[in-house]
């Protein structure tokens, strides 16, 4: 009898991770549907015009901010992040990779905070004195996200890697193809799934970082023409605005908050079908 | 001799696939019944029933019934922990508890209640020595179990399943990879035990089963060929089949 | 006839890329690691720790910053843990893999994918607003939860599936119930994985900001209970950096912060190591 208890009350403990995100998603889409509705959905995501005091909520240029910056993250970050995965798989002893993936992955331990800090203090005026713009830039962003979201592509390209049968290596090598065209042709396409879905959730993670972006972003209010104009990415309006916002205001970024939610839960969703076609195979 | 248990028109499912069918056969109390043939026979099947141990399976489905002591053991409100304190089982491979000598025997012993400090030493020291086991670790009762020899580890669940104080012993090719001295040992801690319990033991070694049974069952494929004393079967068995196990024409 | 380029000098050229790139980006990881201890370091002291921020963070140290800190770790482990833990052997002892199973990980895989800025604003709108809890400790400890409860859930639910079977069979042979099985054999076996689970979290607590600046507020007094409003390290850092307050105090607390989160990271591996080893 009491068994069947505990069998309830542990059922109910797992339904809270599902429960949680819910709640999370009820409350959220309460605060922010009103004022969707109000200005229209079209309106809502394709105007530029954001001047809340004045009654206009269009985020369109915080929309495209927030995907220049992650394809910029994805840009520079990608092709490092599989450098390393395929260096640490096929090019390095075993053991020492058992050293260094973890030593990338705590990469990812670094607070947010501290990257913005860094990003602020080193990057910006590297950018500002080089390059041109105030250094506070789309493209500080993007260099910030990619180093970022490194640790996570990197890691899970490394145990897609690792997943590939070795008979497909040994079968390769032994028609005559070096190291490289082994790792190219044969090796990265069977891990093609696994990778994917590492970058997507590696997109999913740039789309949705606040505070280190919000210290190098610029914030400036229109679309960006150039890697070195200032931008604001949809979570830094969150964070910047919602200390001081009310009424329509906190309604409108609460309906920000959806925006980027439903982008995440795309993007989730879809790194999971992936990882099932993945696992599958 | 009375009968211990019985199995009365047996059939066992898996995932609609029969593993043993009609069987029909009795364990005499304080006997030991040796259940022999060849791999997947469902000798471990069976043994697995009769603690209900195969409640553990999905999928399955049974038919029949089997008694222990008169009650039928297959009832679904059946207290199957308290059967299981009754019916122990020794596995093929010794599975130690991460956890000394001392606290492997008091594990099932305490957590039913069992609280005296004594009455715990006498238990384990009472239940090491029925299993031969008590002079090689009675200086070191408090080491982890895990640093015994395979042979010792297995003697070692023989007396954490008697600490239980059970009345049927059910043991699953127990001497399965072990030296000869340590099978030796458990051969001989067996042929004591019996007195005061009643034993069932699979194995795919049919001199072993020769040597120590009173009785035997031969299984092949989920039926029961023949059921005998264990000089009847071993001396003139009934059936061509069991003949032709016995001489090792097969399995 | 055309010219192919011979494929050993492109493996070559590719081989050294791959690993100047790699070098690369590890050389950023301890760049970061060594840039912050030289210039944050020094500022550490005795006093640093143990003293409060004075002037809004112009002067004195980080005591009531620390404290808040692990208040708010404290409560969002409280509730983490016990329904982590729950969940994930809910997931492996009590259920075979079925739609529900495949609910509940959708929604903790989800879960754990969701933006620190999102169940910022979620804490906000349902804790400080809705149940009135206000800028507390608890809010901010409660929304921390729900950060932490996918990584518990999914450590926790690996270190249990790596208890050998053959535990569990023989304990049920013993009699033993489900439950008593889990509690006195899985759980004590899988405990270093659970462990190593819950000391990342601490670390992902220490460093996490959005989540708390919208839940536990900004307040640099020194909190008196739970109710109270706090500065986490983290919070205080980012506005010791935005507002341009002091810089040796930045750089003293992006010091304590890093390196405490690294060390954790550390011990976190460690402890994992010792309890593969063991198997």
């Known amino acids: 009898m009491k068994e069947k208890i505990i069998e309830k009350i542990l059922m109910l403990l797992a339904f809270s991770a599902i429960g949680a995100l819910l709640l999370m998603a009820i409350f959220i889409f309460k605060e922010g549907m009103p004022i969707i509705f109000k200005v229209g959905l079209k309106n809502f995501l394709f105007s530029a015009h954001w001047a809340p005091t004045k009654g206009y909520f269009g985020i369109f240029s915080m929309i495209v901010s927030s995907l220049f910056v992650t394809i910029g993250a994805l840009i520079i970050g990608v092709p490092l992040s599989l450098a390393c995965a395929i260096t640490l798989t096929e090019f390095v002893h075993r053991r020492l990779m058992r050293i260094l993936k973890p030593t990338i992955e705590l990469l ?30 789309l493209l500080a962003s993007s260099i910030i996200l990619a180093i970022m979201v490194l640790p996570t592509i990197t890691s899970i390209s490394i145990d897609a890697i690792l997943a590939v049968p070795y008979t497909y290596k040994e079968g390769s090598l032994a028609l005559g193809a070096t190291h490289w065209q082994t790792i190219h042709m044969v090796i990265l396409k069977a891990a093609r799934s696994g990778i994917i879905t590492a970058i997507i959730l590696g997109m999913g993670r740039a789309i949705g970082e606040t505070m280190a972006v919000i210290m190098v972003a610029g914030n400036a209010l229109k679309i960006p023409t150039s890697p070195l104009d200032p931008v604001r990415p949809l979570t830094s309006n969150i964070a910047l605005e919602m200390g001081y916002a009310a009424g329509d205001h906190r309604a409108a970024l609460f309906a920000t ?16 079908i992936i990882t099932k076609r993945w696992q599958r195979e | 001799m009375s009968e211990k248990i019985v199995v009365k028109d047996f059939n066992f499912y898996y995932s609609n696939h029969k593993v043993l069918s009609d069987l029909n056969l009795t364990v005499k109390a304080n006997s030991i019944l040796g259940i022999m043939g060849p791999a997947k026979s469902g000798k471990t099947t069976l043994l697995r029933v009769l603690n209900r141990l195969c409640d553990l399976i999905p999928n399955i489905h049974v038919d029949g019934e089997v008694f222990l002591d008169g009650e039928n053991i297959l009832l679904p409100d059946l207290n199957v922990d308290k059967l299981r304190t009754k019916v122990g089982m020794v596995f093929d491979k ?27 030493e006498e238990l384990v020291e009472k239940s090491l020595k029925l299993a031969i086991l008590w002079d090689e670790v009675k200086d070191r009762l408090h080491e982890p179990a895990t640093k015994l020899s395979g042979g010792q580890q297995q003697r070692l669940c023989i007396a954490r399943t008697l600490a239980m104080e059970p009345e049927v012993i059910l043991l699953d090719e127990p001497t399965y990879g072990l030296d000869p001295i340590s099978t030796l040992k458990i051969e001989q801690a067996l042929q004591v035990l019996k007195k005061n319990y009643t034993i069932v033991l699979v194995s795919n070694n049919t001199w072993q089963v020769a040597r120590i049974s009173d009785n035997v069952a031969f299984l092949l494929m989920g039926e029961l060929i023949e059921y005998g004393s264990a000089s009847e079967i071993f001396t003139v068995p009934k059936d061509k089949r069991t003949n032709d196990y ?4 097969f399995g | 006839m055309a010219t192919r380029i011979n494929p050993e000098f492109v493996q070559r050229a590719v081989k050294i890329q791959l690993f100047g790139l790699t070098g690369f980006t590890i050389g950023i990881l301890f760049f970061i690691i060594c840039f912050i201890s030289i210039k944050g370091l020094p500022q550490i002291s005795f006093e640093f720790l143990t003293s409060n921020p004075v002037d809004m963070g112009r002067s004195g140290g980080v005591f009531a910053t620390i404290v808040s800190t692990i208040y708010l770790i404290f409560v969002a482990l409280v509730i983490a843990i016990p329904l982590g833990i729950g969940a994930a052997i809910y997931l492996t002892e009590y259920t075979r893999e079925s739609w529900v199973t495949h609910i509940i990980r959708f929604g903790t895989e989800c879960l754990a994918g969701i933006p620190s800025i999102i169940l910022g604003l979620f804490g906000f709108a349902f804790f400080v607003m809705a149940l009135r809890l206000g800028w507390s400790i608890l809010s901010g400890g409660m929304t921390m939860s729900i950060m932490l409860l996918p990584t518990i859930i999914r450590t926790s639910e690996e270190a249990i599936k790596a208890v050998a079977y053959e535990l569990r069979e023989v304990s049920f042979s013993l009699g033993v119930t489900k439950w008593q099985t889990v509690t006195k054999v899985v759980l004590p076996a899988a405990l270093p994985g659970i462990v190593t689970g819950i000391v990342l979290s601490i670390g992902r607590c220490i460093g996490e900001t959005a989540v708390v ?9 020194l909190p008196g209970s739970f109710f109270d409003s706090g500065r986490t390290m983290a919070v205080h850092f980012y506005i010791l950096a935005r507002e341009g307050i002091s810089m040796p105090n930045a750089y003293g607390t992006a010091a304590i912060l890093t390196l405490s989160i690294l060390i954790i990271n550390l011990g976190a591996y460690y402890i994992m190591r010792q309890f593969l080893k063991k198997m």
């Open chain 2, 94 to 120: 010794p599975v130690p508890l991460p956890r000394s000598i001392f606290e492997n025997l008091a594990y099932s012993p305490r957590i039913h209640g069992m609280k005296d400090k004594r009455k715990l």
């Open chain 1, 257 to 272: 908050g959806i925006v980027l939610f439903v982008f995440i839960m795309i993007f989730n969703v879809s790194a999971n």
């Open chain 3, 213 to 221: 600046i919208f839940t536990a507020g900004s307040s640099l007094r």
């Open chain 2, 246 to 249: 016995i001489s090792g024409r």
């Open chain 1, 108 to 137: 990812a331990g670094i607070p947010s905070v501290v990257y913005g800090f860094l990003g602020v203090v080193l990057l910006v005026p590297l950018i500002r004195d080089y390059l041109g713009g105030p250094g506070l830039s």
